[in-house]
């Protein structure tokens, strides 16, 4: 059996499982571990899509 | 003659900080086996202490990454003094504790060349690994009382 994901599933994936951990690992209470977990998904999501713009707009 | 209390304030800024933080516990065998659990079973610290939400979704997280890394077709580092990303590849891996041990009893993870994902693949494994890590030290801390 494998497993095949698109490089941007695959990114989500990985933005989804490292927030989870970070956001309970780095916080308290439960409220700012969910902000906090929300906030990094986001910001991974937001860091893959201006990284894909940027090789993007670089390759033309 | 200068005031003792104006004194200590000047010499320790904050010292209401430090009143309201919680005193660590001395260090017993629950302090010193929480990390190890939690090494070697993904959300196992956790669980000692009773956290029973935590533990299952840090448990979930690691090992869903590491079985998805191994459905990849990642592959999995063994103890090598080859190349230092290889090296850190297999200190990455190790993190993983009873799921690494487990994937290579089992002689798992070879990886693949002909997948274009089974970089990916090798990268979720380092990645749940150095989660795992994350995640005995946090328990750590439970159990020393420096996080609630």
Known sequence: MTLELSHFSAALVFALFASIVFGITQKNTRPEMIRYGVRCFFTFAAGVLAAGWFMYLLRR | ?148
């Open chain 2, 1 to 148: 003659m200068p005031d003792p209390a104006q004194s200590k304030s000047a010499a320790q800024p904050f010292p209401h900080l430090k009143e309201e933080a919680a005193a660590p516990r001395p260090l017993t065998l629950l302090a010193v086996v929480t990390p190890i659990v939690g090494w070697l079973v993904p959300g196992g610290g956790h669980f000692l202490h009773r956290r029973w939400g935590r533990g299952a979704l840090l448990a979930a997280s690691v090992t869903s990454m590491f079985g998805m890394g191994l459905l990849m077709q990642g592959k999995v580092y063994s103890a090598n003094f080859g190349d230092i990303l290889d090296m850190l590849g297999f200190v990455g891996d190790l993190g993983a504790g009873g799921l690494y041990l487990l994937t290579r009893a089992l002689d798992w993870g070879h990886g693949s060349i002909n997948l274009a994902t089974a970089d990916y693949g090798t990268k979720f494994i380092i990645v749940a690994g150095l989660l795992n890590v994350i995640s005995a030290v946090d328990a750590y801390d439970i159990a020393i009382g420096k996080k609630a």
